[in-house]
């Protein structure tokens, strides 16, 4: 499936529970430097059709199979991405909608649903990144310190990829506290408490700004979910179904 945002391609797969034709709904958003096909995001798809919902899985711009250069993405350019394909999924014919994303994509999910509190009926957040627009804020990003003030126009990060000075720009404007205080629905985090890239007590501390938020703390687990991935997965059917 191809999903287009202002002119740019996103590749998407839309998988649906076996013999069911319409269904809730979860949109799972990957993280930076990643894409929708990682194991770790297959195996939340997979609990959440379990628990008999469909998922649509994308890549987002810059990442994976779609279109944009990775240095040029953004959060911003991400928000869009996600409500374009929610438009998208409304126009299929799907009216219960849940947003589900991991690290820098549970960061823009959440942004997301504290702007269309009116369309999404609940979020689940894996190890969300909500550390990154402070991190921006304070000019400690990606483990280097630049200058807020000044920012350079090129920033190396992980694997040898380089983000242009709009990222940071971008991130330094994002108030995730705000689109928290604007959502009301469920909201399921959860967090692994070896995770070595996103704080843990970041997701404790949002988790009480939610007005309706169950965090599961996986012991043991890392950032990608990969030592544990059967409790992930059992928290993820166990929340769902009892919506």
């Not at 070595?196 to 687990?221: F, K, W």
Request: proline share 5%; glycine share 8%.
């Amino acid at each position: 499936m191809v999903i287009y945002d202002d002119g740019i391609q996103l590749n998407a797969v839309l998988e649906k529970p076996e013999g069911v034709d319409f269904c809730p709904l979860v949109i799972l958003l990957h993280g930076f430097t990643s894409a929708m096909d990682r194991p770790h995001n297959l195996l939340a798809a997979a609990a959440i059709r379990d628990a008999g919902f469909a998922t649509l899985r994308f890549d987002l711009y810059g990442h994976g199979t779609s279109g944009g250069e990775f240095r040029k993405h953004t959060i911003w350019k991400w928000i869009s991405n996600t409500m374009a394909v929610i438009d998208h999924c409304l126009e299929l014919g799907y009216t219960e909608v849940y947003l589900s994303g991991h690290s820098q994509g549970g960061l823009v999910a959440a942004l997301v649903a504290g702007m269309e509190t009116d369309r999404i009926r609940g979020l689940i957040l894996r190890a969300p990144a909500f550390m990154i627009p402070q991190c921006a804020r304070d000019g400690n990003l990606l483990g280097q310190r630049i200058d807020p003030d000044h920012i350079p126009d090129s920033l190396p990060t992980i694997k040898g990829l380089t983000l242009d000075g709009n990222y940071v720009r971008v991130a330094q404007t994002i108030r995730v506290e705000d689109a928290a205080d604007r959502f009301r629905n469920p909201v399921l985090i959860l967090h692994g408490d070896e995770d070595d890239t996103v704080p843990l007590a970041d997701s404790h501390r949002m988790a009480q700004l939610y007005r309706n938020c169950e965090l599961t703390v996986i012991a043991g687990e890392t950032h990608h979910f990969d030592r544990h991935p059967d409790q992930m997965q059992e928290a993820i059917r166990t929340w769902l179904t009892a919506r």
